[in-house]
């Protein structure tokens, strides 16, 4: 099965950057799109962006639309995510995920990375 490792997460002033990375490694020849999720403490996990791994076609949350940018490396397996004019709500543990193809679900998820914005 596949195994995704996030890394980059930090503290960050509100206003500033960050690019979160995640590796994947084991079956991802047959990833069908990429995804982050965050979740902030006492709130549910939420959807921020994904990513097709074929064509690169992206789709973001309303919340980071112009903000946040979502990319892949195909060659490295590995998906990334800049974050830019950051903000405290934006504080939470970000998680990457994989869709195989095939599948209708996120079936793989990584162990999390945590980004914190102060204000």
């Known amino acids: 099965q596949v195994h995704l490792v996030e890394s980059g997460g930090g503290l960050v002033q509100a206003g500033g950057s960050l690019r979160l990375s995640c590796a994947a490694s084991?079956?991802?020849?047959?990833?069908?799109?990429m995804a982050w999720f965050r979740q902030a403490p006492g709130k549910e996990r939420g959807f921020v962006a994904v990513?097709?791994?074929?064509?690169?076609?992206?789709y973001y949350a309303d919340s980071v639309k112009g903000r946040f940018t979502i990319s892949r490396d195909n060659a490295k397996d590995t998906v990334y995510l800049q974050m830019n004019s950051l903000k405290p709500e934006d504080t939470a543990v970000y998680y990457c995920?994989?869709?195989?193809?095939?599948?209708?679900?996120?079936?793989?998820w990584g162990q999390g990375t945590q980004v914190t914005v102060s204000s």
């Open positions: 995920a994989s869709q195989p193809r095939g599948s209708a679900n996120y079936d793989y």
């Open positions: 990513i097709t791994w074929s064509i690169g076609s992206t």
């Open positions: 084991g079956r991802s020849f047959s990833t069908n799109a």
